[in-house]
């Protein structure tokens, strides 16, 4: 078994900061792509950011220039740094692993997501 475990989430107000930090563990060999996706309250499930694992980021147009994805491969981690918040970014934001479990088969992981809000 493989477990996301999130934590950062929380009350910001508009213009504000967060760091939303994923720690991956259990019976993993490797981790291919890992990202971030949100889901707003009466909204789909949708993209953020996604990092390989040589580190290429890419962005949803909607968070592009305000937020940044990174991991760190040693630790099985990764994290957003959201800056420049907006009421619009509130949700509850979601990792995701593409992991090679040691068994050798796939996994797509997911957490169990941590709640931002975005209020003055």
């Known amino acids: 078994q493989v477990q996301l475990v999130e934590s950062g989430g929380g009350l910001v107000q508009p213009g504000g900061s967060l760091r939303l930090s994923c720690a991956a563990s259990?019976?993993?060999?490797?981790?291919?792509?890992m990202a971030w996706y949100r889901q707003a309250p009466g909204k789909e499930r949708e993209f953020v950011a996604k990092?390989?694992?040589?580190?290429?980021?890419n962005y949803a147009n909607s968070v592009k220039d305000r937020f940044t994805i990174s991991r760190d491969n040693t630790k099985n981690t990764v994290a957003l740094q959201m800056n420049t918040l907006k009421p619009e970014d509130t949700a509850v934001y979601y990792c995701?692993?593409?992991?090679?479990?040691?068994?050798?088969?796939?996994?797509?992981?997911w957490g169990q997501g941590t709640l931002v809000t975005v209020s003055s």
């Open positions: 259990g019976s993993i060999f490797v981790i291919n792509d």
């Open positions: 990092i390989t694992a040589g580190k290429t980021a």
């Open positions: 995701n692993a593409d992991v090679i479990v040691s068994t050798g088969g796939p996994l797509d992981a």
